[in-house]
């Protein structure tokens, strides 16, 4: 190899030596600004990797790929309709492998969610989506989609729900005009905990801050009596 290849081969080697101290200082960046908000919510904060918690199980983003776990894990309580609701929040990760035949290629997935324990008993399952958004995890929940009188937020929200009568008080006309307001976002609740989470993204602190003013205002929206109904 001459002069002019060992070069490139070390200005190769410096660039990539280069990208990988970027992306370092960056996620030790995000990790502190994460390690502050919780602090400031007054939840703990956890950035090692968890694998196998009881509490991804019920939901289907958590059971994609191999190799899942989650990090930037902050947990404890967030305040919403004048109670205390179990909150667990932070990154999750997972590895999709595929094969061609020749090679053999692993890639890594990145999303952020916040899970809130409801304090409210006997609540049926329930998913509100927009329309076309993460159609075959949506689907697995294997309900029937419900239509409401509203065309417009039928034609942009899928809802399922075992239990319809459920979906139709939770999702009255105040709520519907709250989610037309909002229309990117999705909820799961199931088994008494509320997912929110928007796919492969990871978020920032003011993103969290964000999804929990969102999750406090969805559920003030929830009318009084399925509130009443349900404590």
């Given at each position: 190899m001459g002069v002019g290849g060992i070069l490139i081969v070390l200005l190769v080697v410096a660039a990539v030596a280069g990208l990988a101290m970027f992306a370092a200082k960056k996620e030790r960046e995000r990790r502190e600004e994460l390690r502050l908000l919780a602090a400031d919510?007054?939840?703990?904060?956890?950035?090692?990797?968890?694998?196998?918690?009881?509490?991804?199980?019920?939901?289907?983003?958590?059971?994609?790929?191999?190799?899942?776990?989650?990090?930037?894990?902050?947990?404890?309580?967030?305040?919403?309709?004048?109670?205390?609701?179990?909150?667990?929040?932070g990154d999750?990760?997972?590895?999709?492998?595929?094969?061609?035949?020749?090679?053999?290629?692993?890639?890594?997935?990145?999303?952020?969610?916040l899970m809130l324990r409801v304090p409210l008993r006997d609540l049926p399952d329930l998913a509100i989506r927009p329309e076309g958004f993460f159609d075959k995890i949506a689907g697995a929940?294997?309900?029937?989609?419900?239509?409401?009188?509203?065309?417009?937020?039928?034609?942009?929200?899928?809802?399922?729900?075992?239990?319809?009568?459920?979906?139709?008080?939770?999702?009255?006309?105040?709520?519907?005009?709250?989610?037309?307001?909002?229309?990117?976002?999705?909820?799961?609740?199931?088994?008494?905990?509320?997912l929110l989470w928007d796919g492969a993204r990871r978020w920032s602190g003011a993103d969290f801050r964000d999804r929990i003013a969102f999750v406090r205002a969805f559920f003030e929206h929830w009318p009084e009596h399925v509130v009443k109904e349900h404590s």
């Open positions: 919510l007054g939840l703990s904060f956890d950035p090692a990797r968890r694998r196998g918690e009881e509490q991804y199980r019920g939901f289907a983003p958590f059971q994609q790929g191999h190799s899942r776990c989650a990090l930037n894990t902050m947990d404890g309580v967030v305040e919403c309709i004048g109670r205390p609701f179990g909150a667990l929040m999750f990760e997972y590895k999709v492998t595929s094969h061609n035949g020749k090679t053999t290629t692993t890639t890594t997935h990145h999303f952020s969610y929940i294997g309900f029937d989609d419900i239509d409401f009188e509203s065309a417009e937020f039928s034609r942009k929200f899928l809802v399922k729900s075992a239990d319809k009568r459920f979906a139709y008080d939770v999702v009255d006309p105040r709520m519907m005009e709250f989610l037309l307001a909002n229309p990117r976002r999705q909820v799961q609740l199931a088994g008494g905990s509320l």
